[in-house]
């Protein structure tokens, strides 16, 4: 890797020491700066949409391209914004809040980012096919089936997502490894700053909410390049399982973005309050708390659908019931102004915005929560209105508040507080012409996603101040965009501290140097910055805290649980699908009692079980330093994988023969797709043990260096049971 | 039409949903006053302030006692919409017997438009829907190929049309007039255009249209027969043949009778049924009004005004666009 790597240093200008670079501030920068090129793709999208719904019968753009314009500005605004931008701001902050050099796995960092251009090309490459996606960013099954999307679009959709996801859940693998591996001395877990805490809820949810996606996103390719019709009612398949699934992701997806949003303003609210964080726990805890919960409210996004009375209530309830974790935060907040000497700079005007703009987000949303309102509102310019409130209102206001106040860390110099208010009054002006106005549009019954509408009374002059309201939003973001090049140019040199701070970021040079701190303050508190700054008023003199105890577990058995734990949702849901599509009794061909031959494949079970076993003697003689043995039990354990295999192999030619393909019917094609998937996963254990086993032989692992072996254990036993999860679901049909 | 339909409700469900929803408006309302009130206040106090402030870390006695009127209020939204949920919309999988029931409809989205199937009658129609006022009508709302929403915001709740799953739902009007409908869930090119009009008469004339269209129906079968060519070959001799013959003998030849439904000559459902479409209000599901000379420029260039519909365009000139448009006004 290149070496002098600091900000400040002449490899600034270098464009390949960018490129090549693992440190956590650059990859930070580089995916804040991937946000704010896409945020202005995304952004135009939206002016298309806005220009072309500006006058009724409008034909500035046609029907295709306008449904690929919508379904472009959710992806992007989604996949491409939200989850890089704070992926950046975490990626950048959260090592420095802890005092940390790096985040747990550098090179894993690097290779998280480069899965998002990479991802993002694939998505937009569709454009040169002549059909870019445009079934929808939730791409509703069956419209994004071969029979209705026939065109490569939805190919292309489904597979960016799929490489953007692998960066999502490696780049949150890191930061979950990152907060619990390496916070300096005296940081116990109860004194990180809440942005840490609650981007490290983030990350947490990050990790099990793609993989929902991943199972979707995997069938519906099965779909659509293998003949399967997990998604074709047409053929046995079914149109909601899909939306299932996609809001599975979808609504916690919503919590991945809220959660940054809520961390940013908990640092921002208090340092010009001049106070601290009123009721820490509180916070902290109603985060942990939304992540729980935002699993068990997915299909409030699905009351028209016709679930039926019970799911509906249930759903009512737990949608209500998350309210009050985020209504605990908004009254914190509240609590922190209050009595607070408040300094209102733009980051603190654009997070008090956040705050009042949010609070309307979430009331509508408790609208929605209320199914019979839900029915009639659902699919209007109603909901529109509301999710961005919560989108726009509240998380973009938030990272423009996180721009303001991180800046001058992350350059070295202020932004421009005139131009900051001027863009501040725009965006505001802006953000409530456009979608305060749709709510009346809904109230109206204009539709979401029509290219156009007839000139209804009042709708032409609603949709006209809402595409007003966006050109005061574009000329606001030019504004920031001018600042930012500006700022860079010639803005005031910020010093380690500008804002008065209280968090160990602001105890380091503005930008910090590759190694972050030259030396860090005593840690006794949650503000270190802030007892060193006011040694009389100290937090620990009358707030106790927690102390550190030293625990810092491994980063590659942390990393290696996360993604077992994301791995193991992916499969679950496989599953499901395998018993939904297999619990009836009217399918034709092949079932698993016809088709599959128990006791061959549970010889091959026992084989890949015992392999479990010789990974473990493995694991003991490395332990003990005897790596003769280490290399003979890894061997055997590398030889048994390979049996398994050679027996799947064995199993799929017989069926292949016998006509049993994928698109056959449902029973194949949840078949294939769950033991498909799980011979995948064999297949890279091998080649990751095969890894290990030349490791061994180059003298690299040692009984001092156990940890990274120890982390491939989780995974090759995790295989393991998977597979018995498998075997008792498909082969003895425990759920018949 | 209303300019607000969500706020003008004509059914007694609408009514209920329409009462539900002011009242969360009013609670949200209050829940906004409150908080801003407090945020404003917060500030106010604090903008002129300079000296550092006392540090507060906060109360769990504080958070507690403000946390009590959230919960009490989501308690009594919850209790609201549990009870709305029960009472008006049992969901009504089961076809009641009683007289004020008799009549059932059957609806089902098409990418991109709707046909109707009444109960009572062999009646089918595309794009509009005839109710009797005072009447609970039970609707299964069907799809025929990806998931559409049918949704009459004045009289009903939205429901999805989803393939392979049958919804049911209940529509009752109060009030005579003419109400808006259409697709609420985006289904593709065309989601824009599948609107549809319900009207809503008295009893009686309802039993009347009823009658009408009955007699219309078979009227249409009969006189389609009668109309020559009647062979498939006849387009040969169309020189001799009038306008409306002329216009079923392009019925024949150009393809129309393979999507589209005409009493007494064909039935598909690919496209809207044309039997008595000179009673229609709307044509392309809501993209122009009906009338002759619009059902004459639709035929010329279907993709002109609805682009990306199933239905291609066929280059008919304009004389043959005058032969068909007779043929199919009055079959």
Request: glycine share 8%.
């Amino acid at each position: 890797m290149l070496q002098p790597d600091s900000l400040g240093a002449d490899s600034r200008r270098n464009l390949f020491s960018w490129i090549c670079s693992v440190d956590h501030k650059r990859i930070g920068i580089m995916y804040m700066l991937l946000a704010v090129f896409f945020l202005l793709v995304g952004g135009v999208e939206a002016l298309l949409i806005r220009a072309q719904l500006a006058v009724p019968k409008n034909d500035l753009v046609s029907p295709q391209m306008f449904n690929q314009l919508f379904t472009l500005h959710g992806t992007t605004m989604v996949f491409l914004v939200g989850m890089p931008v704070f992926t950046g701001f975490s990626n950048f902050i959260v090592p420095l809040m802890i005092g940390a050099k790096d985040v747990a796995f550098p090179r894993l960092n690097a290779m998280s980012f480069w899965m998002l251009p990479f991802g993002a090309t694939l998505l937009y490459f569709s454009f040169f096919t002549g059909s870019a996606p445009d079934a929808g960013w939730f791409s509703y099954a069956p419209l994004s089936t071969k029979p209705f999307s026939s065109l490569p679009g939805v190919d292309y959709w489904i597979i960016g997502l799929a490489v953007m996801g692998i960066g999502s859940i490696s780049g949150a693998i890191n930061i979950v490894a990152t907060v619990m591996c390496c916070r300096a001395p005296g940081m116990s877990l109860q004194r990180v700053p809440l942005f840490v805490w609650i981007m490290f809820m983030q990350a947490i949810l990050i990790v099990i909410t793609i993989p929902p996606l991943n199972s979707a996103i995997s069938m519906l390719l099965i779909d659509r390049m293998l003949g399967a019709a997990f998604f074709e009612p047409a053929r046995g398949g079914s149109a909601l399982l899909w939306q299932h699934f996609f809001w599975m992701f979808g609504h916690p997806e919503v919590y991945v973005f809220a959660l940054p949003a809520f961390a940013i303003v908990s640092e921002v609210i208090p340092v010009f309050s001049r106070k601290p964080i009123y009721g820490y726990a509180f916070v902290a805890g109603s985060s942990t708390i939304i992540v729980l919960l935002s699993y068990t409210v997915w299909a409030h996004h699905m009351f028209a659908v016709g679930l039926g009375m019970g799911p509906n209530i249930f759903f009512a309830a737990a949608t209500l019931l998350i309210a009050l974790p985020t209504g605990v935060k908004i009254f914190n907040w509240t609590a922190t102004l209050w009595g607070g000497s408040i300094r209102f700079t733009t980051a603190m005007l654009f997070a008090i915005a956040f705050l009042i703009q949010f609070v309307v987000g979430g009331l509508t949303g408790i609208m929605f929560a209320t199914v019979p309102v839900d029915w009639q509102l659902t699919d209007t310019y109603f909901v529109v209105a509301h999710f961005h409130y919560v989108l726009v209102g509240g998380i973009v206001f938030s990272l423009f508040a996180a721009t303001f106040y991180w800046f001058p860390k992350i350059s070295g110099r202020m932004l421009n507080e005139k131009l900051g208010k001027l863009q501040f009054w725009l965006w505001l002006i802006g953000f409530n012409a456009t979608f305060g106005i749709q709510h009346l549009l809904g109230l109206m019954g204009m539709p979401r996603r029509v290219y156009t509408y007839d000139d209804n009374p009042g709708w032409a002059l609603c949709n006209g101040i809402s595409s007003a309201g966006a050109v005061f939003m574009a000329a606001g973001t030019l504004v920031l965009v001018w600042n930012i090049l500006k700022s860079m140019k010639s803005g005031a040199v910020a010093g380690n501290n500008p804002w008065e701070g209280f968090t160990l970021e602001w105890a380091t040079t503005s930008p910090p140097p590759l190694e972050n701190f030259k030396e860090l303050p005593e840690i006794k508190s949650r503000r270190p910055v802030w007892d060193a700054d006011h040694p009389d008023l100290a937090d620990w003199k009358s707030e106790k805290t927690p102390e550190d105890r030293g625990h810092r577990p491994a980063g590659a058995k942390v990393a290696a649980w996360s993604f077992v734990i994301s791995e193991a949702i992916f499969f679950i849901l496989l599953l499901v699908s395998y018993v939904v599509f297999n619990s009836g009794d009217e399918i034709e061909g092949p079932t698993s009692e016809t088709a599959l031959d128990v006791s061959r494949t549970g010889f091959f079970t026992l084989i890949l079980l015992s392999s479990s076993l010789t990974f473990w003697i493995a694991e003991r003689c490395l332990r003990r330093d005897k790596i003769g043995g280490f290399k003979l039990w890894l061997g055997l354990t590398i030889l048994l994988g390979c049996v398994f295999i050679g027996g799947q192999v064995w199993e799929y030619s017989g069926l292949i023969s016998n006509g049993i393909t994928v698109n056959r019917n449902l029973f194949a094609s949840t078949f294939f797709t769950v033991t498909g998937f799980h011979g995948l996963h064999v297949t890279g254990g091998i080649i990751v043990l095969g890894i290990m086993y030349m490791l061994g032989r180059l003298g690299y692992l040692t009984s001092k260096r156990t940890h990274v072996f120890a982390a491939v254990g989780v995974y090759w036993h995790f295989v393991d049971v998977v597979w018995i999860a498998v075997f008792s679901i498909i082969y003895l049909d425990v759920f018949k | 039409m209303s300019t607000f339909p969500l706020l003008q409700p004509a059914s007694p469900e609408a009514e209920a949903i329409f009462e539900l929803f002011i009242t969360v408006v009013l609670i949200s309302l209050g829940i906004f006053v409150v908080v801003t009130g407090l945020i404003v206040i917060a500030l106010w106090r604090g903008k002129a302030k300079a000296d550092t402030p006392k540090q507060e870390f906060g109360s769990s006695k504080s958070e507690i006692f403000w946390m009590t009127g959230p919960i009490l209020i989501l308690v009594w939204i919850f209790v609201i919409t549990t009870k709305l949920i029960l009472t008006t919309n049992a969901v009504p999988k089961i076809q009641p017997t009683d007289s004020t029931h008799e009549l059932e409809l059957h609806v089902t989205g098409h990418q991109w438009w709707w046909e109707i199937q009444y109960g009572d009658s062999s009646i089918v129609g595309a794009n509009e829907i005839h109710l009797p006022t005072g009447k609970r009508i039970r609707v299964k709302i069907e799809s025929a190929d990806v998931i559409h929403s049918f949704w009459i915001p004045q009289l009903a709740r939205k429901m999805d049309a989803i393939p392979g799953h049958p919804n049911y739902i209940w529509l009752e009007a109060t009030k005579e007039g003419v109400y808006e409908g259409r697709c609420a869930e985006y289904c593709g090119t065309q989601h824009t255009w599948m609107k549809f009009k319900v009207f809503v008469t008295s009893p009686e004339e309802y039993e009347k249209w009823k009658q009408e269209a009955t007699a219309a129906d078979k009227t249409t079968a009969q006189q389609v027969a009668k109309t020559a060519p009647d062979g498939k070959d006849a387009s040969s001799s169309g020189a001799k043949l009038s306008t409306k013959e002329a216009g079923k003998a392009i019925f024949l030849s150009e393809g129309c009778i393979n999507c589209h439904a005409l009493e007494g000559l064909s039935t598909p459902s690919i496209g809207p049924s044309l039997t008595r479409i000179s009673d229609r209000a709307i044509i392309g599901a809501g993209v122009l009004k009906n009338s002759q000379e619009n059902l004459g420029r639709w035929l010329k260039d279907p993709q002109t005004y609805k682009p990306g519909c199933k239905m291609p365009d066929f280059n008919l000139t304009d004389e043959q666009v005058k032969q068909l448009v007779t043929f199919l006004w009055s079959p």
